[in-house]
Each structure stands twice: as structure tokens, then as C-alpha cells.
Nanobody, 115 residues
Framework: QVQLVESGGGLVQPGGSLRLSCAASGSIFSVNSMGWYRQAPGKERELVATITSFGSTNYADSVKGRFTISRDNAKNTLYLQMNSLRPEDTAVYYC?????????WGQGTQVTVSS
């Protein structure tokens, strides 16, 4: 069994920054692509950013230049640095990982951008 646990969410003012973390634990023998998704109230879950095991990244147009995805393979941990946050970034952020050739989701962490 694999678990993904997100942390780092919270309330931040517009223009502020947050750093999300996602730690994978359990019996892990293979970690491939990982990513962050988000879901705002009344909307579908959408891709934020992904990163391959080699470090290649992909971002949604709405976050390019503001968010940075990274990973520490030794620690099986995924990160999302979010800068210049906007109210429209408010959502529950979910970590996703292709681990042991299966897809796993975290429980989500709330990010609220408001003055």
C-alpha cells in the first residue's frame, strides 16, 4: 500500500506565496511521473503541473511563471512552490503519483487566497 500526504496549504493574501509538499510512503519500488492537481468549488479537477522522474516539467498555462514543481527522489517527496498567488488559485490541491505502476492520490490540502 502507498500513501501520499500533502501539507503546506493555508490562507494567504493575494500576491503571497505558499509551498506545498507531498510525501509518499509505504512499500515503494518505483516512482515515475508525479503531479499536482486542483479542484475549486463547483469546478472539475484540473492539472496544475507534472514532473517526470527525470525532472521534465509541464505546467497549466494559468500557473506558468508563478508556480514551480520539483521533487526529491531520495525522499519520495514532491513540492509545489506557488508565488504571486491570485484569488482564482483558491482550491483544494491534490498530489498524484505514478507509483509501483499504479496511480495514487493524496487527500488534498486547501489553499485559500483572499485579503
Amino acid at each position: 500500500q502507498v500513501q501520499l500526504v500533502e501539507s503546506g496549504g493555508g490562507l494567504v493574501q493575494p500576491g503571497g506565496s505558499l509551498r506545498l509538499s507531498c510525501a509518499a510512503s509505504g512499500s515503494i519500488f518505483s516512482v515515475n511521473s508525479m503531479g499536482w492537481y486542483r479542484q475549486a468549488p463547483g469546478k472539475e479537477r484540473e492539472l496544475v503541473a507534472t514532473i517526470t522522474s527525470f525532472g521534465s516539467t509541464n505546467y497549466a498555462d494559468s500557473v506558468k511563471g508563478r508556480f514551480t514543481i520539483s521533487r526529491d527522489n531520495a525522499k519520495n517527496t514532491l513540492y509545489l512552490q506557488m508565488n504571486s498567488l491570485r484569488p482564482e488559485d483558491t482550491a483544494v490541491y491534490y498530489c498524484n503519483g505514478n507509483i509501483n505502476y499504479s496511480r495514487w492520490w493524496g487527500q488534498g490540502t486547501q489553499v485559500t487566497v483572499s485579503s
